[in-house]
């Protein structure tokens, strides 16, 4: 039997979710480009076609709006314990914890397809109300005139956001929306296989999506901008950096070998959106970082990958950092959940080995007679 840790290049299921083209930097949610969807497409419309399949005709947008819209408050139980958890938790275990309790008080028989929409609906609930409650602020209650991004932004910041600051919340969810075959959906996919239900699935996809392996780059590489102060430190700071054995955090990706294209388009409203917030100089530190480090480690197949610019653009939005990997979370959900729903329409336990290199045969001894 063949060991493949990290089970690097092992399939677990067909998709005809997401393309990923590492080669040539390309990435497609049902076959369209992300290009496209980062340009035209907003939050509901890209959930639906990553959800279904297709593009959604106005009656199906709309179908789907009112259900993401109307279904955002949250019952009075994780209300109470989001204000009373304490205020250093971590975002994603009070995340966990409040989708845990959805699940319990969800007992009414709609499909996977219904409860993860629902689920969806009330993610940025609960991270909008922990910021708030965190901070001693009032929490904004659910506007359902406002689409998903602009209410996200409003829960969390009491204002509605601007043209700029509504496209980039857009475009960021969308950009995070699927990725193929991940350590956060195969989680999802674990659990799902035993035929749990989706809350336990997405709680797993929570779970593994915390670690700063998969969730927690975009926060290091703010703050190695923040750290270097000045775009004329850039050199210095990356020459010490790799020197000393140390990564460029949000440089290097598994599979892209080449520009990830969701940090291209990142780059391009990051670079609107901290004009807007009068931080662009910690834009023109990060394009420095991105030039610099490209020339040193581009010959390396090393290039920006969509956290470079994502904990820049999220800061931008009025996330804390250690709130970046529950945004994360509020947009990839749907990726999570439609793979679990193409997972089980073919279902097969997930049940893989381990090689055992331990002892066999040891005699038993009683206590008294151990060392
Ligand atoms: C993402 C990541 C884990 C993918 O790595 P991987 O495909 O497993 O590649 P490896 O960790 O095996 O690294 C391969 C080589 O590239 C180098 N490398 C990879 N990422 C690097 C980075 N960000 N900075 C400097 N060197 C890097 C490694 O040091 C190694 O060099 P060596 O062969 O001389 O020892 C890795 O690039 C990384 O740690 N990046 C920084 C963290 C980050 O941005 N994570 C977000 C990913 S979306």
Redesign the pocket.
């Given at each position: 039997m063949e060991l493949r840790k990290g089970l690097e290049d092992v399939a677990v299921k067909e998709t005809a979710i997401t393309y990923i083209d590492g080669e040539l930097g390309r990435l497609y949610y049902r076959g369209y480009s992300i290009f496209d969807l980062a340009e035209f497409s907003n939050f509901e419309e890209t959930a639906y076609l990553i959800w279904y399949g297709k593009l959604p005709n106005e009656k199906e947008l709309e179908e789907l709006r009112i259900k993401l819209s109307t279904n955002r408050e949250l019952p009075d139980s994780i209300i109470n314990y989001i204000k009373e958890v304490k205020k250093d938790a971590n975002p994603m275990d009070v995340l966990r914890t409040a989708i845990s309790m959805l699940g319990v008080e969800d007992t009414d028989n709609s499909d996977i397809m219904e409860k993860s929409i629902k689920i969806t609906s009330k993610i940025p609930t609960i991270i909008s109300y922990f910021y708030r409650s965190r901070k001693n602020l009032e929490i904004i209650h659910p506007d359902e005139t406002l689409s998903h991004s602009e209410n996200f932004f409003y829960m969390l910041n009491g204002k509605k956001p601007s043209e700029i600051e509504s496209k980039s919340m857009d475009v960021s969810l969308i950009l995070h929306m699927d990725h193929e075959m991940n350590a956060s959906t195969f989680a999802c996919l674990v659990v799902a296989s035993t035929l749990s239900d989706i809350y336990s699935s997405v709680i797993a996809g929570i779970a593994a999506l915390k670690g700063p392996?998969h969730g927690g780059?975009n926060a290091?590489?703010l703050k190695q901008f923040i750290e270097i102060g000045d775009k004329k430190n850039v050199e210095d700071y990356i020459n010490k950096r790799?020197q000393s054995g140390?990564?460029?955090?949000?440089?290097?990706?598994?599979i892209y070998k080449t520009y990830?294209p969701r940090a291209k388009i990142m780059k391009e409203y990051v670079k609107e959106i901290t004009k807007e917030k009068g931080i662009y100089n910690l834009y023109e530190i990060a394009n420095a970082v991105d030039e610099i480090g490209i020339k040193e480690?581009g010959n390396?197949g090393?290039f920006p990958?969509?956290?470079?610019y994502s904990g820049l653009m999220f800061y931008s939005l009025g996330f804390d950092p250690d709130m970046f990997p529950a945004v994360f979370a509020s947009s990839r959900v749907v990726g999570w959940t439609a793979h679990v729903v193409e997972y089980l329409k073919n279902n097969r336990l997930i049940r893989p080995k381990a090689i055992y290199i331990g002892e066999i045969g040891r005699k038993y001894l009683p206590l008294e007679d151990r060392q």
């Open positions: 392996l780059a290091e590489a790799l140390q990564r460029l955090m949000g440089f290097g990706h598994r990830d480690l390396k090393i990958n969509v956290d470079f």
